[in-house]
């Protein structure tokens, strides 16, 4: 998968889809194949036979024009034709492969996600995500040492572009700008292309956009980006039984139980913020860290080495709220939002699922400005690489942290009942997050409403799912006695609150109007409730169609 920025020109993209793979196959990044806005490679069978463009002479799959539907958004981002990710692969190609029944791939050489067989026909076994915790030793070490593995193999059919779209070719027109990445760093690369400001000239970023965050893409996007890394994992260790794990992060307390050398990274002895020698992850190096730079340069993270991934769980000691994990309770309360999603599907949204899983209102969907819970308040609770958005999927932890966010989705879908997409805008949510929008920047391309479903039916499912709070579920002893703790707080509160009250009625009695006091809300009325932009300047360089569509 790699980033390619082509040219201007409307392309197409396609809706027939299947799962995914990563984005750009390097057997289409030619100059003839960038040129042409075609990629429809020859399919070979693993004996070495030719079975024709997308394997066409085994009835796999044909090249055909694609098109993606121009689906409207909010007017948050106000522009047109200026982003390569707008109406995705819209920029790059318009033929692709289209492939028949359960095949799938750039060259409709593999099987859709949760299929098997010669011909794709037979229902897979799903692969069993497991608590890591609850793994056995020799579990734990497969699952780091094949972590490590994709982390140093470069990936054999995906690269990545060095450059904007509108250097791809070169300064001559004749070398395409991309260069080889490892399986892993592609995973990350992935992860900052969805999330990365769009790219007005030098220095002049808009930042008011994210293809996986902040809109109801949040769970589809991130379910797919994990069934990329599972299936690329199973193709390199040559075992369709491979299978990511999980961390429950909802356990409350100020530690982090999965960061130890048989898991993922145990803290360095002499420095909090490192992890210790005696985990491989301590010789990982960060790519795709340096947001502002690409933007300066109006370039693409290239997958250079940026540094060591850091981490201090719980260390963040200016901000106390992202100093505890989540609770089992919160969880369960999410579980008993009916709705999916709610206008206007951004993270401001009241009453939604996916917003109160996301982190941005509380467990049981107040929106408040100043909340981080659930998934955003595991990330912050990490303390370091892990919490810069751009960037976190450097951590390992990354993966398990996300696994386990699905794993909740995964179990909303069942208690809910809600498969059905209802609650999943059509049209009018952020861009790329509608639920036949395509996602950045999977190729060939998948659609959020193709990986809304239960797990089983693409190809995995998981040990333990997290459950919803009973109403009649007996208080436990700990919050009986918190219970009592705070009724006596709260009597102490109320007589104090009343000595003050009459001390300062005495005081206003004494000296009128005069009497001293201020209230001061502790969040004011102009609290920011998302993202905004105003417009200023214009757009440095564009396309034959560039349109700014704002105030």
Partial sequence: MFLVYVSAAVLAACLQVSPVSGQFPRACMTVDGILSKECCPELISPDGLTLGVCGQTASRGSCQDLTVPDIPHNPEYPFTNVDDRERWPNKFFNRTCVCEGNFWGYNCGECRYGWTGESCDQPASPVLRKNIKNCTAEERRRFVDALDQAKRTVHPDYIICKEHWLGLLGPNGTEPQVTNVTIYNLFVWMHYYAVRDTLLGPGQPFRAIDFAHEGPAYNTWHRMHLLWLEREMQKMLGDETFALHYWDWAVGGSECDVCTDDMMGGRHPLNPTALSPGSPFSRWQSVCMSLDDYNRLVTLCNGTDEGQIFRNP???????????????????????????????????????????????????????????????????????????????????????????????????????????LIGYPEEGAPIGHNQNNTMVPFMPVIRNADVFQLSEDLGYAYDVLPQRIPSNQPLSGIEIFGITVGAVFLAVVVVSVVSVSVRVLSCRRRRGRDGRGVYEPLVGDDARTGRQYTGEGSVVYSDDQVKYEGN
């Fill in 314 to 420: 719980g260390g963040n000691v200016d901000r106390p709220a992202v100093t505890v994990l989540p609770q089992r309770e919160d969880v369960g309360r999410c579980l008993d939002i009916p709705e999916y999603d709610r206008f206007n599907w951004t993270k401001a949204t009241r009453g939604s699922f996916r917003n109160s899983l996301e982190g941005y209102s509380d467990p049981e969907g107040q929106y408040n400005p100043d909340i981080r819970s659930l998934h955003n308040l595991a990330h912050l609770f990490l303390n370091g690489t892990g919490g810069i958005t751009h960037a976190s999927a450097n951590d390992p932890i990354f993966v398990l942290l996300h696994s386990y966010s699905d794993a909740i989705f995964d179990a909303w879908l069942r208690l809910q009942n809600s498969s059905s």
